[in-house]
């Protein structure tokens, strides 16, 4: 069954990306809509639960954390005996 494509940026790309990689426009579009298919495949987690993940990993490292005393703040800064 032949497919025509009636986009003109969509014929460029493939046009580009198959000459690039010496593939047949068929198969870089068949090798696009496999990728497309395994990611759209693949379930995604809420976006709370990823959040709580990202979180639930962070939170020992911020206990190890500590904050700068005031001499370090100023010296980051670039405070010294003169000011700034």
């Known amino acids: 069954m032949p497919l025509t494509i009636k986009n ?3 014929e460029r790309l ?3 990306l198959s000459s690039g990689r ?3 426009k068929t198969e870089l579009v068949r090798r696009a809509l496999l990728l497309y298919r395994q990611r759209e495949g693949q379930p995604t ?3 709370s639960e990823r959040v709580r993940t990202f ?5 020992p490292l911020l206990e190890e954390a500590r ?4 001499a370090e703040r100023e010296a ?3 405070y010294g005996a003169e000011g700034v």
């Open 76 to 78: 980051i800064l670039g």
């Open 67 to 70: 904050m700068p005393d005031k």
């Open 22 to 24: 010496k593939l047949t």
């Open 55 to 59: 979180l639930e990993e962070a939170a």
């Open 14 to 16: 493939v046009r580009e």
């Open 45 to 47: 987690r809420p976006r």
């Open 8 to 10: 003109e940026e969509v």
